[in-house]
């Protein structure tokens, strides 16, 4: 199946040129979503970079995963980063061509000092020629950074522009969903000093594609075949190649991941590089082989149908905060916790929602896709709502267990805690990438039956208490 072609359009090329002597960075923006709402060229940030030199460095590695594909290396990819103003930050992403690894780069307040114009996100030009000019970088001159043209008010269409047409493959923008679910699970791990983080990444083993597991030894970590409590999953380590021209101006790196026992499967995890007044975050899908696409984290969330309602609640409450505190948001909108967590997890379909796990909290940023559309190109999620109306689910009194009719056969679900099925699925990969189209479907059956049963409750109350005022 083609993917759909997505075009970028710039009013010219970002470049990297003196301007009173002084390095500058122009970086290019496409049409985008603001605080204002659409801009064909948003303009977020004009001053200088405190740390140029890593600076350069950062956003090279995060164009290095955009144009990378770890998993059969020899198709590249071509995607144009991604830049969100959060009002006192900026944030570049990418994801590689093979969905495996999430980039970002955040340039934090003590990274820069210039004026914040704006809100929102956009995609970002970066080019061949500005590759070259960024990796000639040197630390001892300033450099000056404008992200948006700052003269989109006297342009007119009439004139050239920079278009890009490029293909998009579906897979990446289930990639932005996926991860920012999958990363809300982990905890910090393991925390290097500059020297130990140098020492470790340089000593990788390259070339293969073995899950190894890194274990924190006193100040240090020592990579293992085998999982134990504590460790943390180095999925493919090639996939940590960006860093390494960082390397220089590390300060220190940071490892989080969820908790993990001697049995564990391969999971994802997180290596943060600390920066001057940065933070570079790579996130690495379970095997170079699984991009994030098909990990199936979002499938709960999205199978809950008050989800959309709650979804188009939250949205209006989001202000691009650098942090959205899922307290306020609760507080805000009366919902629980969890229904706004499950909010969030369907805004995140359309790439609104995004996770820092440096500061386990989600921030707002705003992609030009539908929300919906990742729940429609889900076939899970659209065979459980055919199980679904087909009355294939049957529930036991009890309600801790369940039968679906499928096909020729009947399935056999458990529902205490996170379930299990005696599907095909369930038996290959284990909850490990996410429920099959059973559970989902016997997900949605118990969330109607559970919102009937509070009806069926509030009504009753209602009655006995109009029959004791009587």
Not at 9 to 18: E, I, M, N, P, V
Not at 145 to 154: F, I
Request: charge should be neutral.
């Amino acid at each position: 199946m083609s993917s759909p072609v997505h075009s970028f359009t710039y009013l010219r090329s970002s470049a990297l040129a003196a301007v009173d002597g002084t390095p500058s960075l122009g970086l290019q923006t496409c049409g985008g979503l603001s605080s204002r709402g659409l801009t064909p060229f948003p303009r977020f940030f004009d001053g200088f970079l405190t740390a140029p030199e890593a600076a350069a460095g950062g956003l090279l590695a995060v164009a290095d995963v955009a144009a990378a594909r770890y998993y059969q290396p020899l198709r590249p990819g071509s995607l144009d980063p991604v830049v969100t103003g959060n009002g006192d930050r900026l944030r570049f992403e990418s994801f590689s061509a093979c969905c495996g690894v999430h980039a970002r780069l955040d340039v934090l307040p003590a990274g820069i000092d210039g004026e914040m114009f704006g809100t929102g996100t956009t995609n970002v030009d970066v080019n061949t020629p500005l590759r070259e000019a960024l990796a000639k970088v040197g630390g001892a001159d300033p450099l000056h950074l404008a992200v948006g043209p700052d003269d989109v008010t006297v342009t007119t269409f009439d004139g050239p522009v920079v278009e890009k047409k490029v293909p998009l493959p579906e897979r990446w923008l289930r990639g932005f969903a996926e991860v920012q679910v999958i990363s809300g699970g982990f905890d910090l791990r393991a925390e290097l000093s500059a020297g130990e983080a140098v020492r470790f990444l340089r000593a990788l083993p390259k070339g293969t594609r073995q899950a190894l597991w890194a274990i924190p030894t006193g100040r240090a970590l020592r990579l293992t075949a085998r999982p134990q409590p504590g460790a943390v999953c180095l999925p493919g380590p090639d996939r940590l190649q960006a860093l390494n021209r960082l390397l220089r101006h590390a300060l220190a790196l940071r490892v989080y991941g969820p908790a993990v026992h001697p049995r564990s499967t391969a999971v994802s995890s997180a290596w943060e590089l600390e920066l001057p007044g940065m933070r570079l975050t790579l996130t690495l899908s379970p095997d170079p082989a699984r991009g994030f696409s098909g990990e199936g984290a979002v499938l709960t969330g999205l199978a809950s149908e008050t989800g959309a309602a709650d979804a188009d609640l939250i949205s209006a409450l989001l202000a691009w905060e650098p942090r959205v505190e899922i307290g306020e948001l609760a507080a805000r909108s009366g919902l629980d916790t969890e229904r706004v967590r499950a909010a969030l997890v369907r805004l995140g379909t359309g790439g609104r929602i995004g996770y820092d796990v440096a500061e386990a909290a989600y921030y707002h940023r705003e992609l030009p896709y539908d929300t919906g559309r990742v729940e429609r190109m889900n076939p899970r999620l659209r065979d459980a709502h055919t199980l679904v109306a087909a009355g294939a689910v049957t529930l036991s009194a009890a309600g801790e267990r369940a039968t679906v009719r499928s096909g020729e056969r009947d399935y056999a679900l458990r529902l205490a805690g996170d379930g299990s099925c005696t599907c095909q699925w369930w038996a290959e990969y284990r909850g490990g990438r996410g429920p099959c189209k059973h559970l989902l479907a016997t997900q949605i059956v118990r969330g109607r039956t559970g919102r009937a049963d509070s009806a069926d409750t509030v009504a009753a109350t209602a009655t006995t208490t109009r029959e004791a005022n009587r």
